[in-house]
């Protein structure tokens, strides 16, 4: 089993900044992607930014320029440093890490860490 822990989520001004963390533990034996999603209320979880394992990341236009995804493979960390933020960034935040087993891949989810962004 892999258990994901979540943190750096909080209350931010518009044009602040949050980092946020997800660190893996657990039957971990490589680790394909890991990435972030987030969940506004009303709306669809949609991808923040995700980054593979040889470090190429796929960041939607929406907070090109502004999130910024990285990952400390030694410790199974993926960490979403998020610049300039705008109250439409407010949400859930979700990580999501693939695991592999054998050649299948598990995919688990963090229990989400909220970002409140005031206006």
């Known amino acids: 089993q892999v258990q994901l822990v979540e943190s750096g989520g909080g209350l931010v001004q518009a044009g602040g900044s949050l980092r946020l963390s997800c660190a893996a533990s657990?039957?971990?034996?490589?680790?394909?992607?890991m990435g972030w999603y987030r969940q506004a209320p009303g709306k669809q979880r949609e991808l923040a930014a995700v980054?593979?394992?040889?470090?190429?990341?796929n960041i939607p236009d929406s907070v090109k320029g502004r999130f910024t995804i990285s990952r400390d493979n030694a410790k199974n960390t993926v960490y979403l440093q998020m610049n300039s933020l705008k109250p439409e960034d407010a949400a859930v935040y979700y990580c999501?890490?693939?695991?592999?087993?054998?050649?299948?891949?598990?995919?688990?989810w963090g229990q989400g860490t909220q970002v409140t962004v005031s206006s």
């Open positions: 999501n890490v693939e695991v592999f087993r054998g050649s299948n891949l598990l995919s688990y």
């Open positions: 657990g039957s971990i034996f490589g680790i394909s992607a």
């Open positions: 980054i593979a394992s040889d470090g190429s990341t």
